[in-house]
């Protein structure tokens, strides 16, 4: 047993493992008023195992991405997909929902790594893409919110490939014109640029 004075309380603990402890310590304040000690810790060790859930903060298991070499899903979902074999990109289009430019870069991001706004570097990706798109005009990767004229892909790509239609981009609109879509009416799919406000059908891409 212990006997400890600290500003003028009087404790008196023991360790748990002493014996003659199995009922608890007993904590005495300056008014000689008794507090099982053991259920006082007991009830400490709750509050800190359990803390009050706040849904502000994300939970650490949220947080930590899969491992690089987690196996990749199925090339499926949206509204159609399709698998280039060549490179094994999946390409995933929403025809029945529209987005926002930005929100519509989120979704894809939702989707899992590795997923972003569909980026075209080929002839071959614009015709799968816009196979996908069917009689819609759909949201790409590629915009120039950042430099008026210098439109660059969200994954951060070189630019090696572009299928504009004629005249585009051209930051028409009373706002300007800063992100572009894929499969234009009337311009065997060509891309345009549109305000990126605006909602269209959209394409994700997953790298492996």
Known sequence: MVVVMRLGVLIVSCAV???????GGVIMDGEGTGVDAQSQALTQDA????????ARVPQVDAMVAPPADAALPACTGG???????ATGHCFIAYTTVTRSWIDARMACAALGPR???????????????????????????FD????????????????????????EPNDGG????DCALTNRAGQAGRWDDRPCAMNYAFVCERVP
Not at 79 to 85: C, I, T, V
Request: one cysteine or more.
């Open 115 to 141: 997923t972003q706004l569909a980026t075209l570097n080929t002839q071959a990706e614009t015709d799968r893409v816009n196979t996908l798109l069917a009689a819609s005009e759909g949201w790409i990767g």
């Open 47 to 54: 509050m800190v195992a359990a803390p009050t859930p706040d």
């Open 174 to 177: 009373q706002n300007g014109e």
């Open 144 to 167: 120039d919110s950042m430099v008026e004229g210098n439109f660059v892909w969200v994954t951060g790509e070189p630019t090696a490939y572009t299928f504009w239609a004629p005249g």
């Open 79 to 85: 509204d159609g997909a399709s698998l280039d074999p």
């Open 17 to 23: 493992a002493a014996a003659g402890c199995a009922s």
